[in-house]
């Protein structure tokens, strides 16, 4: 069962552009909606979160969206830079960790 | 350096032929949990302990077993391996189950496991 709906599967934005990535989910029991970011070689790691009480969280460059009635949130990447390239990947949380299915980043120079 | 450690990094074995990816980690995290990484299916949990000697299944166990003597390790071990376990695994642990807003997963680097 599919909980975390992620699109797209892979993007490509050219530098200084803004990276969109969106996610749908269904549980309504998820109580917080993580992202993280994943390098070539390497494991996730968090990069920002967002609890379903707040529509925005901003850190930097990085913000989230959340629409609690559309039950969608999303990534937005300002000011794209080639070092952002990587997989990520959107997950809700009600006492287990559901991850969508990742995005594939590709910042152009 | 906090951190959380598999071995082997990459591994190529043939169809039933035992083996064990290993996973430490020096956080004092409770929990851990296996991971495995397919493209378009994302992370899907294999297996996860609370505690020491704690253990339950995840989204995808078929095939996998798992144990939790210490708190520091969880291996991953794989009785007869077959082609479509063919995949990307990662380990991760965090203070608590799941991945609470104070208590992110920590991941290791992953073991690129190939059955032929």
């Known amino acids: 069962q599919q909980q975390v709906k992620q699109s797209p599967q892979s993007?490509?934005?050219?530098?200084?552009?803004?990276?969109?990535?969106?996610?749908?989910?269904?549980?309504?029991?998820?109580?917080y909606f993580p992202w993280y970011q994943q390098f070539p070689g390497k494991g996730p790691a968090l990069l920002i979160a967002i609890r379903p009480d707040v529509s925005e969280k901003k850190e930097?460059?990085?913000?989230?969206?959340?629409?609690?009635?559309?039950?969608?949130?999303?990534?937005?990447?300002?000011?794209?830079?080639?070092?952002d390239s990587a997989t990520y990947f959107c997950a809700g949380e009600s006492?287990?960790?559901i991850f969508g299915q990742g995005t594939e980043l590709s910042v152009k120079p | 350096e906090a951190q959380v450690t598999q071995n082997p990094r990459y591994l190529i074995t043939v169809t039933g032929k035992k083996l064990t990816v290993t996973?430490?980690?020096?956080?004092n995290h409770e929990y851990m949990s296996w991971y495995r990484q397919d493209p378009g299916l994302g992370l899907r949990q294999i297996y996860y302990s609370m505690n020491v000697e704690v253990t339950?299944?995840?989204d995808v166990p078929e095939g996998y077993?798992?144990?939790r003597k210490e708190k520091r390790n969880f291996p991953l071990i794989l009785e007869s391996?077959?082609?479509?376990?063919?995949?990307?695994?990662?380990?991760?642990?965090?203070?608590?189950?799941g991945s609470s807003y104070n208590s992110p997963l920590?991941?290791?680097n992953g073991t690129r496991l190939t059955v032929t």
């Open chain 1, 11 to 31: 993007l490509i934005v050219q530098k200084g552009g803004i990276s969109i990535i969106n996610c749908a989910y269904e549980n309504t029991a998820f109580d």
């Open chain 1, 60 to 83: 930097g460059r990085f913000t989230i969206s959340f629409n609690k009635s559309a039950k969608q949130f999303s990534l937005h990447i300002m000011d794209s830079q080639p070092g």
């Open chain 1, 95 to 97: 006492g287990k960790l």
């Open chain 2, 23 to 27: 996973c430490s980690q020096n956080m």
């Open chain 2, 56 to 58: 339950d299944k995840g």
């Open chain 2, 65 to 67: 077993k798992v144990s």
């Open chain 2, 81 to 97: 391996p077959s082609p479509n376990q063919t995949s990307l695994y990662f380990c991760a642990s965090s203070l608590a189950l």
């Open chain 2, 106 to 108: 920590h991941f290791g």
